[in-house]
């Protein structure tokens, strides 16, 4: 099913209308055709492996844009083994190369090598061990064994074995959303860019013996450290670069519906000339975990402490390992540039108040699901949008384009002018069910563009005047616009039909913490943040839990719950897991904790963590499972407007970090 899209937006000159989807339409007409390509394909017309090469394999790259200059049939490997006569070399079936000079065809440019097989070869896994040999000689990006109707690819990362990353049959492909992943890891330009960003293949061992060989001569180490960078960082608009002595990042920020991306560089004669370059999602993934703790805590996700205080740093395929000064350096960039990343993402969430929505991939764009419709209302309400042009009348009602979607302008912004308002939600057909339709909500990039070079900046223009929230639009399509929709149909009927049409609206909102006026009113965020812990297998940054315990047991300090043993069985886990073996065994005939030893336990922790720099994940669990509990019974709390006061301040950086991780590090954890 092809995507369709709403939009609620101004009226634009056409120019630009099609300046704004050009961006990414390149590479969605690639996966077009490529989709078109696999479905009119017959494998069963495929006799044998000369078949499979002529009529499947070639066609099939050409379509992920490999140039046929840069492939090299029955390309052959160069072998060497003592004590044996030389015969034939071997030969790989397709090698494709990042340039098209056959000259430069070597080890060096290749990308990818393809091995095809019989049709009736119905089992790939035992000619695996040929591409891998094969892939050795050439250290190709990837390996790819194909019998025409399975297609199996092989990512090669440094420093680590072969990772199967599609073992597909060819008609999964008709789906455009495997498709598109397809196509996204494994077109030319990806593939050649990967190439001539891996850094250079040194093992852990051969790392080391290097760098202390440098140290016993600090005469050559001096000569070598005059080609450290010089520190510096550059901002411009939309744009940051921060260089420390060993390491270099330069990051294209995100706006609020376009991604960013980043290069990494390192200055040591090891890695110099080595540019690694990471995605948005990559940069989500990978680096936002553990910012601005120490590199030795284990929060972060993308290092690894090695022996010898070494690290290694793994970062978008490329595996590097780092003495303590150039992973010092990493991190150091990494908190500087991400940080501003990470805000830009959540200040533009809070201003266009989409902070509560599921983040969403759009075919072309980004965005965040508001709610679910039957396609019985969708029907309907595109049926409303094309009678109700602004073309076509002049009520208050015209306000929509005549599009095969939804685009809407207020009746003032006819004129075409740019400071009018701005409002999309959209549609998602990405649906898990057949009966129900997704309303996706984003702004175009490129508008927001627009407002920040003529009109001083788009959050000045953000109201119910100017670009729509989130939450003003979700309002206005449930409280306007569906219910018109169904009064302009159904006016001689009960409307009951409405609240059926409403698929997943049901879920209730959470009141903002600024507003919690009730310590009770406090759990579901503490629920929230009890679940987030579970997910985080890495260890917390204590200076943002600190706060948490402390104004959370002062808040129940001076209260009386009478059931106890739920919490007591929560304290003692913590207790059992700090304690002696010898302590541990005493726990046996201990019963349940009175109230005020719960509190005294609570005091402890907040003294533990005052001195530690990372707290154990499971601990945070356990201790906001005690919170929660707490809370229930509103009747037993004695606090005070100050308690409760600095116990909702405390939260919200706890918040916004479980809400920001559950929103956009965790869905690019493993891409």
């Not at 805590?297 to 590097?320: I, M, P, Q, W």
């Not at 965005?367 to 094309?386: A, D, H, I, Q, Y």
């Not at 994940?617 to 407007?641: A, G, I, K």
Request: aromatic content about 12%.
């Amino acid at each position: 099913m092809r995507t369709q899209i709403c939009y609620v937006i101004i009226a634009q000159p056409k120019h630009l209308q099609i300046n704004l989807l050009k961006k990414n339409m390149s590479n969605h007409h690639q996966i077009d055709l490529l989709i078109e390509w696999i479905s009119n394909f017959n494998p069963q017309l495929l006799q044998n492996e000369d078949d499979v090469e002529t009529k499947f394999v070639l066609p099939f790259f050409q379509l992920l844009g490999y140039p046929e200059n840069n492939r090299r049939g029955k390309y052959p490997i160069k072998t060497y083994q003592p004590g044996k006569k030389q015969g034939r070399d071997p030969e790989a079936d397709h090698v494709y190369f990042s340039t098209n000079e056959q000259e430069k065809q070597n080890a060096e440019t290749s990308l990818i090598i393809v091995e095809a097989k019989k049709p009736t070869e119905k089992n790939l896994e035992p000619h695996i061990k040929q591409a891998k040999f094969y892939g050795d000689h050439l250290k190709s990006v990837f390996l790819v064994i194909t019998n025409g109707y399975q297609v199996k690819v092989l990512k090669r990362p440094r420093h680590r074995i072969e990772e199967s990353i599609f073992d597909i049959n060819i008609d999964e492909l008709k789906d455009r959303k495997i498709a598109s992943e397809f196509y996204k890891q494994l077109n030319f330009e990806i593939v050649k860019q990967i190439n001539e960003n891996t850094a250079n293949d040194l093992t852990h061992s051969q790392y080391v013996s290097l760098e202390k060989a440098l140290q016993c001569h600090p005469h050559i180490q001096a000569i070598l450290d005059k080609g450290d960078f010089e520190p510096s960082i550059t901002r411009g608009k939309n744009y940051l670069r921060v260089v420390k002595a060993k390491v270099a990042i330069e990051c294209n920020l995100p706006t609020a519906f376009d991604e960013g991306d980043c290069t990494i560089e390192f200055s040591s004669i090891i890695l110099r000339g080595s540019t690694i370059y990471l995605s948005h999602q990559e940069i989500l993934g990978n680096l936002m975990m553990g910012l601005k703790t120490k590199s030795h805590c284990g929060t972060r996700s993308f290092l690894r402490k090695l022996e010898d205080n070494y690290f290694e740093a793994s970062l978008s395929g490329t595996t590097v390992i780092l003495s303590a000064a150039e992973t010092q350096d990493l991190c150091d960039c990494v908190d500087e540039v991400f940080s501003e990343y990470k805000r830009i993402i959540i200040e533009s969430e809070n201003i266009l108040e989409a902070s509560e929505f599921e983040p969403v991939n759009l075919e072309y764009f980004q965005g965040f699901k508001l709610f679910s419709v039957t396609k019985e209302l969708w029907k309907l309400m595109l049926k409303f949008v094309r009678e109700f042009s602004y073309d076509d009348g002049n009520s208050n009602w015209h306000i929509f384009e005549k599009v095969r979607y939804i685009k809407v302008c207020r009746p003032c912004s006819r004129s075409n002018y740019p400071e009018q308002t701005n409002v999309w939600p959209s549609l998602n057909p990405n649906i898990d069910s057949y009966y129900s339709i997704d309303i996706i909500y984003f702004l175009s990039s490129y508008e927001l563009e627009f407002f920040d070079k003529y009109y001083d900046s788009w959050q000045k223009n953000v109201g119910h005047r100017g670009f729509w929230t989130a939450t003003y639009t979700k309002k206005w399509l449930l409280e306007k616009f569906i219910p018109k929709v169904l009064d302009y149909y159904f006016h001689n009927r009960d409307q009951t039909e409405f609240e059926d049409s409403i698929l997943d609206d049901a879920e209730e909102k959470l009141i903002p913490i600024k507003k919690i006026y009730e310590a009770s009113q406090l759990k579901p965020y503490i629920c929230y943040i009890q679940q987030w812990t579970i997910r985080r297998s890495k260890a917390i940054d204590a200076s943002l839990l600190y706060s948490y315990y402390q104004t959370c047991t002062n808040l129940v300090r001076d209260s009386e719950v009478s059931e106890t043993h739920y919490i007591t069985g929560k304290l003692r886990a913590i207790k059992y897991k700090l304690s002696s073996k010898n302590e541990r065994l005493k726990f046996a005939n201990e019963g349940n904790w009175s109230y005020e030893r719960v509190v005294n336990f609570l005091d402890q922790q907040v003294e533990r963590i005052s001195n530690l720099e990372f707290e154990n994940s499971s601990y945070v669990d356990l201790m906001s499972r005690t919170f929660s509990c707490l809370l229930e019974s509103e009747d037993d709390l004695h606090y005070s407007q100050a308690q409760l006061n600095a116990a909702k301040n405390a939260l919200i950086p706890l918040w916004e970090l479980s809400r920001f991780e559950e929103h956009h590090v965790y869905p690019n954890r493993y891409q």
